[in-house]
């Protein structure tokens, strides 16, 4: 529920700012964006996942990865300061250079709150995260509405996120509680440098498949295409960021406490698995057949060519939920080197197929997204799977009901929309279509799904007891 209401301030967020700011603004910060996502993955290199995955963590380990972190997001904010004026004639767009200049100043105040998040979520205490996410959502919200107003353009974008930066990093120092120590051991850093270093480089290529994209349709396409492909990447990875990598950010640690039993591994992956399929199937389905309607309305008919962008993309949102959480396979046995090696044959393919869709424009480069994507499920759900001993054949099996489902709720509401409301205004066929398909998936999961619909209700009356026991 608390991971909701971020949802909820995102997309407000979102569409509040796609009213006051232009779509070239927006181009142009996600430009900018394409760096400040790759300094957020070197933000720490891979070793706050080693904290939470490691059995036993002391103040000498924990002391020692702080002050890492903090001399590297020191350095990355004087790398991304000093190139920003070449980075910003690469992509041939002069605003991204200020841009950057202004978001270098947050990079070393997130690293600085990297250890604390760690040991949050290695202990487990996610109610403690969800409000500082949360809390520093709603500041952001409010100082990129006042800064939009104030006609900031594209840097409106950038007050939002040093806003939530700045407010997150204060709060996990509150909630932590944790103080690092003036220590650093040369035996505790070579003692997590292996496994960190390969998950720093997975998240390195998972970086560049995931953007790649936007830095071929910028250059190559211009603002005004990367800010409408752009857009729709954000509303395809508001469920997989917010609720398939929530769900396996919460089984991580709880996993990693078990990673010598194959088998304990499994079945605490799957469970999460399944839950992850049970809620972004539908909304992925969902959006792929209301999405005109859904642009219109939220955005406005000047983003139109979102929705076609969407069609390619939806599909790529439902795949990924699931593709996504193979890292956590890896993470948690600590076979972060063969993790590393797939990622350089997937990214590699990816590459390619985007190269081959540039000719035909954004869309060739979603379309060929797309079917990359497909092509890759099976292998990487084969190679993740076998580090835990269990069959693809398995993962489908329990992937199947929630897939048909949505499927069906998709297919009703292909038929419905428009015989039942065609030629009715947008807002009306969102207003009406969003309702019908969640009634018509709740009925189907009560009907079909009886022991999702069995576990969904007992999370939900742990969750009643955690209230009423606080």
Known sequence: MSQAGRIGLQMVTLVALSRLVPARDFGAFALAGTITSLVFILRDMGTAAAVI?????????????????VMLGLGLGLIVAGTAPWVAHAFAEPAVAGLLLALAVGYPVASSGAVHQALLERQQRFKGLAFIEVGSALVGLGTAVAAAKADMGAYSL?????????????????????????????????????????????????????????????????????????????????????LALVVARATFPKLSQVQSDPALVAQGYFRSVRLISLLTFPLMSGLFVLREPFVETVLGKAWMPVADILAWLCPVGLVQSITTTMGMIYMVTGRTKTMFRWGMFSTAATLVGM???LSDGYLGVARCYAVVNALLFLPTCYFALSQIEVSVGRLLRALAPQCLCAALMGGVLWWAVPVLLGGQPAWLRLLAGVPLGMGVYAGLVVACMPDMRTMVMKQLGRTRHSRGAS
């Not at 995955?53 to 972190?69: I, P």
């Not at 120590?181 to 390969?198: D, K, L, P, T, V």
């Not at 995931?210 to 005004?224: E, I, K, P, S, T």
């Open 158 to 242: 950038v007050v939002n996120q040093l806003t939530i930066t700045v407010v997150n990093a204060l709060g996990l120092w509150v909630v932590s509680g944790w103080r690092p120590s003036w220590h650093w051991s040369q035996a505790e850093f070579r003692s997590i440098y292996g496994y960190s270093s390969n998950l720093f480089g997975s998240q390195l290529l998972n970086y560049f498949a995931r953007n790649a994209d936007a830095m071929l349709v910028g250059r190559f396409l211009g603002a005004q295409a990367l800010g409408w492909y752009s857009m729709a990447y954000k509303l395809m990875l508001f469920p997989l960021y917010n």
């Open 53 to 69: 995955q490691r059995k036993v963590v002391d103040d000498s380990l924990l002391s020692t990865v702080f002050w890492f972190n």
């Open 355 to 357: 190269f081959i869709g």
